[in-house]
Nanobody
Framework: QLQLVESGGGLVQPGGSLRLSCEFSGDPANYYAIGWFRQAPGKQQQGISCISTGDGSTYYHDSVKGRFTISRDNVKSTVWLQMNNLEPEDTAVYYC?????????????????????RGRGTQVTVSS
């Protein structure tokens, strides 16, 4: 199980950008799927993107394809989510989550909100 710490949230205008960071620690010997899900008020949790710390393969929810980019640096033990062209609908608390890599990310990552490890979350607000 990993320990996760998010940073990088904030307030941004529509069309703006933010980069979220997730520092992970705790199990250097194994590969994980690490990613982000979000929770907006009154809405269900939504898995949006994740990446394998093994081969770097990625997953994106349709709602963020072309706007968000996930990347990782295993030496720095960090996963980043670059969010561009933000919309008011992207306003939510964003959580970093991790699960042991027991399958390919395309299979695992739709279930991000159920991953074994998660951080405390960081607020992203998109508003003019």
């Amino acid at each position: 199980q990993l320990q996760l710490v998010e940073s990088g949230g904030g307030l941004v205008q529509p069309g703006g950008s933010l980069r979220l960071s997730c520092e992970f620690s705790g199990d250097p010997a194994n590969y994980y799927a690490i990613g982000w899900f979000r929770q907006a008020p009154g809405k269900q949790q939504q898995g949006i993107s994740c990446i394998s710390t093994g081969d770097g393969s990625t997953y994106y929810h349709d709602s963020v394809k072309g706007r968000f980019t996930i990347s990782r640096d295993n030496v720095k033990s960090t996963v980043w989510l670059q969010m561009n062209n933000l919309e008011p609908e992207d306003t939510a608390v964003y959580y970093c989550a991790a699960e042991a890599l027991t399958s390919i990310v395309r299979v695992l990552c739709p279930f991000l909100p159920d991953f074994q490890s998660r951080g405390r979350g960081t607020q992203v607000t998109v508003s003019s």
